[in-house]
């Protein structure tokens, strides 16, 4: 009988096999290992950072669209629409879904006009994405041929633009609005909070062929469009306005103009026009505002402030006569000339408001203390914003305390060594017309019955005097060729020097003319300031009542019955125009 024996393994061999079956062990270890951290990388890259021909086939499983919502509308004061939005239209190009996506640019160009070379520019490198835009909004006949005769490739979306259906009538009020509708100018930036929309979102989840499966709970919200502000400006009296204005630049040669029309009651601008003869920059909507940013000496139309204070105060009595000279300059008590246009000799107090005297302002200028007259001048606004609702608005000029001297006391009782916005005038004139008080000027319509809280500046005795001897200037000062034919006016002409731009004194022959009144005397309405920059001398008219007068006029007699203000003069007195 044989036996069969089994081999045996030496320890040698043992040994052997287990450092193969080890280093085996630790490099299928080792490879494992690599494997496990490149792929997190190779996910992480493909992520981040994945090649042309990978992002031409990614498709992202959310989708997320932000809904239409419409910035605010702007209003005027009877609702007329100033500034909307509606809805508009863009191509765009989807190079993934075109037959031959080299040639859209030719078939964009034959179906509406789009220039091939530009829609070739927009696609240049862009080949591999899914929506390139490729015009700006497009014409109705340019959406339906789209829509009639589509391209493979070119899609519309639906864009939401500003329109403006008043043309250019108060273009600079209004403004405009830049990128994504945000305001850059006018109301359209200074409202630019109240008219923003709430954005809105709208979220889907997408399979592999870009088909909606599902909207998460959350997945949409309607946003809310902005909300819709009514302004104070009358486009009816804004209009007027503007076209009288234009007149009186080109009919005077001037520079330009500024006008301002104010509801003195309630202190709401109705109009707020600036024209200019050679404007700077070539956007009118994005021109500033004269009317608020750039101050002018308002000369002789300053006068009433400082009367009236110096009234109340007791300095001097509207009959008092004083020595005001008959044939030459006065001179100050520390040396001063101090010239009128017409000599008249020793005048009442209230004769030289109606007379525009500089030699009696002076005077009783003299008699005031330097702390009270800058006292009246910041009571009534001036060297501060109205903070009325236009952008860019300046405080005008006031001589600081320390510089206060004799020489500026009695300048500024003339209307001159301060600087006024228009629309700051109009505010402080109103003080004449409301009894003492001054409403705060806005270009936002004041509905419903929000009170109107003024600010005190003159017992209404005292204004009503001043209202009354202004009503004698346009029948016996320098008014009489602005008066109205159908209303009482009070008012006041200015006729001040231009200044030299680079602060080298005055012109002596060229000026700012400026007219301001208030109608009808006994229930006054409205406020009118016009101011004219620069007539041409040469035509033979320069002063501010025979310039901004006649326009301040014509602006009441068609505003007052516009707003239904009958008319109050009874005697129907012809003056000389």
């Known amino acids: 009988m044989t036996s069969t024996e089994s081999p045996t393994t030496t320890p040698t061999e043992a040994t052997s096999q287990s450092l193969r079956i080890s280093s085996w062990g630790t490099v299928i270890a080792i490879g494992v290992t690599l494997v496990l951290l490149v792929i997190p990388l190779r996910v992480f890259q493909l992520q981040h950072a994945p090649s042309d021909q990978l992002l031409a086939s990614i498709v992202k499983s959310k989708s997320s669209h932000h809904p239409l919502v419409r910035r605010g509308d702007l209003l005027d004061q009877r609702g007329r629409l100033l500034a909307t939005t509606a809805l508009g239209w863009r191509a765009f190009a989807d190079p993934q879904e075109a037959n031959d996506p080299i040639l859209l640019g030719t078939r964009l160009q034959d179906a509406i006009g789009i220039p091939a070379i530009e829609t070739d520019r927009e696609l240049s490198g862009k080949l591999h994405r899914r929506y390139v835009p490729v015009s700006d909004i497009l014409e109705d006949w340019q959406v339906q041929r789209l829509r009639t005769s589509p391209i493979r490739g070119i899609g519309l979306e639906p864009r939401l633009i500003r329109l403006y259906p008043q043309a250019l009538n108060a273009a600079s009020l209004i403004g405009t609005v830049g990128f994504e509708h945000t305001g850059l100018a006018g109301a359209e930036h200074s409202m630019n909070a109240q008219l923003v929309p709430t954005p809105g979102h709208f979220e889907t989840i997408r399979d592999a062929g870009r088909r909606t499966m599902w909207i998460p709970p959350d997945g949409f919200d309607a946003g809310e ?86 009234t109340e105060a007791g300095l001097a009595t509207p009959d008092e006569t004083l020595p005001t000279p008959s044939n030459g300059p006065h001179r100050t008590s520390f040396g001063r000339s101090i010239r009128d246009a017409h000599y008249h000799g020793p005048t009442t107090w209230r004769m030289v408001l109606i ?223």
Not at 266 to 294: F, H, K, M, S, Y
């Open 355 to 577: 007379k525009s005297l500089n030699s009696g302002m002076a005077i009783v200028a003299e008699r005031m203390k330097r702390d009270d007259l800058r006292s009246l001048v910041a009571q009534l606004g001036f060297g501060q914003s109205t903070k009325c609702g236009i952008p860019g608005e300046t405080g005008g000029i006031v001589t600081s305390e320390r510089n206060w001297s004799g020489y500026t006391q009695t300048s500024v009782a003339m209307g001159h060594e301060i600087a006024v916005t228009p629309v700051q005038m109009a505010q402080a004139f109103c003080v004449f017309a409301r009894d003492g008080q001054m409403p705060a000027a806005t270009l936002h319509a004041r509905n419903g019955p929000r009170p109107i809280v003024p600010t005190y500046v003159f017992p209404s005795e005292i204004a009503a005097i001043t209202r009354n001897n202004m009503q004698r200037v346009m029948t016996e000062g320098t008014g009489q060729r602005a008066q109205s034919d159908h209303y009482t006016m009070f008012g006041k002409s200015g006729t001040a020097q231009l200044p030299k731009a680079n602060g080298g004194g005055y012109y002596e022959d060229r000026y700012i003319s400026s007219f301001i009144a208030g109608a009808p005397v006994e229930s006054p309405r409205i406020v009118v300031l016009c101011v004219i920059d620069d007539p041409d001398r040469s035509l033979g008219k320069w002063y501010g009542g025979s310039t901004a007068g006649p326009v301040v006029r014509d602006v009441v007699d068609s505003v007052l019955p516009y707003l239904g203000v009958a008319g109050d003069r009874q005697d129907v007195m012809q003056v000389s125009r």
């Open 225 to 310: 469009d902005g909300r819709s502000i009514r302004l104070s400006i009358d486009l009816a009296i804004q209009r007027f306005a503007e076209l009288r204005l234009h007149e009186a630049v080109q009919e005077y040669g001037a520079g330009g103009g500024r006008i301002v029309v104010m509801d003195c009651q309630t202190g709401e601008l109705l109009a707020v026009a600036d024209i200019e003869r050679e404007p700077t920059g070539t956007q009118p909507r994005l021109r500033r505002n004269r009317c608020v940013t750039d101050p002018y000496e308002p000369g002789s139309t300053f006068k009433p402030f400082v009367w009236a204070a110096a």
